[in-house]
């Protein structure tokens, strides 16, 4: 994978007896930068699908370093979200690519919930394509820190620059309601005093 969860592209499949060197470990989870010597290519593994030697958490954290390509298609555009209590959706227009091409979309979130911010990647499992221009996040209140997105095309040859999304904070008037004017702006009858 070209990050440490199965929502990231499929770079290679590997073999029974495949080996390789682990350089790295996510920061959000467990899986494992390796370069494999087949294939003599960095990826994202999880450590449940390898028999690993050693310790892992003795090796440092790695950056997630995505394939960056915008030669054929752009980064979405029209990227917003609105919030409905705890629940943000987020939606952009689509991006049109080849039917060859076309791997959907990549969030890269962090959201709160119970008082965490909580890394929440979503991409080919559940935005496979370029159709599916709408996800909804539960977002809830307590965090030290506000949530936050990015947005990416993917095409089979990699990710286009992310775009940021403008995450609405919380107790933030719902973006999807109209806000009531009054019509009646005369003054109030006046008040008698004894």
């Not at 969030?107 to 394509?129: A, E, H, I, T, Y």
């Not at 095409?155 to 004017?181: I, S």
């Amino acid at each position: 994978m070209w990050g440490p969860s199965t929502e990231y592209l499929w770079g290679w499949d590997l073999k029974a007896g495949d080996t390789g060197i682990v350089y790295g470990r996510s920061p959000y989870n467990s899986w494992l930068y390796v370069k494999m010597d087949r294939v003599n290519k960095y990826c994202w593994i999880s450590p449940y699908v390898v028999d690993v030697t050693g310790d892992p958490k003795r090796v440092g954290v790695s950056t997630i370093r995505l394939p960056i390509t915008n030669a054929l298609y752009a980064a979405p555009t029209g990227v917003k979200a609105s919030r409905e209590g705890d629940q943000v959706t987020v939606s952009w227009n689509a991006v049109w690519m080849t039917v060859d091409d076309d791997r959907g979309y990549f969030l890269d979130v962090f959201v709160c919930q119970k008082g965490n911010l909580v890394w929440m990647p979503v991409g080919r499992l559940s935005l496979p394509d370029q159709y599916h221009t709408s996800y909804t996040f539960t977002d809830q209140q307590g965090c030290s820190r506000a949530s936050t997105g990015l947005l990416y095309t993917v095409e089979k040859h990699g990710y286009t620059d992310p775009v940021t999304v403008p995450w609405p904070p919380f107790g933030a008037p719902p973006t999807n309601v109209p806000t009531a004017v009054p019509t009646d702006t005369s003054p109030p009858p006046p008040t008698s005093t004894p």
